[in-house]
């Protein structure tokens, strides 16, 4: 073989593989996107506390209920585990380690019964008792965030809501956003936040969202919590129906 001949077939091959990326300094290939899981047709649950559970709306206008009616043409069954009063350590896997002077978890309600049905969905919510009693943000984060990976591990979805607009002292109110900083750092395109939507000027529950009592949405409150919720869904980043 002439030598002018083995200088071009060695030039032609480093041509070939720069072309192919394979060259220094060229720019890394872009990661495959994770597909995006689908969740319909299946079983949903819903996971929190009163108003989860339909608190301060009247029959049939509770989110949960009008989210149901939306998504049940696509073959969506849904379990509503929700308790009035229940705080994030009530929610908390059987297995997870007790914590001195919290509650343990509700068996009946927490992230181990809403697994048994094996649901494709689960929906969090549990906005404001724990900062009502004077839980700290890290415990209500941590908290959420375990049950979401217990959730996950076993192959379900997890849309997770943030926390709610309340009549409560101020030092306690100054939690919500930050829980939900960290709520919404962590899970990304699956959060759902609510509270800037429902809460007035003094940042407490908002007089035309207001059941009455200061905590807990009425009708309309809990109309905007399903609009940002579907908002969620149709934007298909976080889980898709079809």
């Not at 070939?16 to 319909?40: F, I, S, T």
């Not at 003094?202 to 007089?207: H, T």
Request: aromatic fraction near 4%; glycine fraction near 10%.
């Amino acid at each position: 073989m002439g030598i002018n001949r083995y200088v071009w077939m060695i030039a032609a091959m480093v041509s070939a593989l720069a072309g192919c990326g394979g060259g220094e300094g060229n720019e890394p290939a872009a990661p495959v996107a994770a597909q995006v899981p689908l969740v319909a047709p299946g079983n949903w649950v819903v996971m929190g506390s009163s108003s989860a559970q339909g608190t301060g709306a009247s029959a049939g206008h509770a989110w949960a209920a009008l989210l149901l009616a939306r998504v049940q043409g696509a073959g969506v069954s849904m379990e509503n585990l929700a308790k009035g009063g229940s705080v994030t350590y009530e929610g908390l896997s059987a297995s997870a380690s007790p914590t001195p002077n919290r509650p343990q978890p509700d068996l009946q309600h927490n992230v181990d019964a809403a697994l048994s049905g094996k649901p494709r969905l689960l929906l969090l919510s549990y906005p404001t008792n724990d900062s009502a009693i004077g839980y700290t943000v890290d415990e209500t984060v941590r908290n959420l965030l375990a049950i979401r990976a217990t959730a996950q591990a076993a192959g379900t979805a997890v849309l997770l809501l943030s926390t709610q607009p309340r009549n409560m002292a101020p030092d306690l109110l100054a939690r919500l956003p930050a829980v939900d900083a960290q709520l919404a750092s962590a899970a990304g395109a699956c959060f759902v936040q609510v509270r800037e939507a429902l809460a007035g000027a003094d940042d407490k529950l908002a007089p035309a969202y207001d059941a009455g009592d200061g905590v807990h949405p009425n009708d309309a409150g809990h109309a905007v919590i399903l609009a940002h919720i579907q908002a969620t869904l149709d934007a298909g980043q976080c889980v898709r129906l079809k």
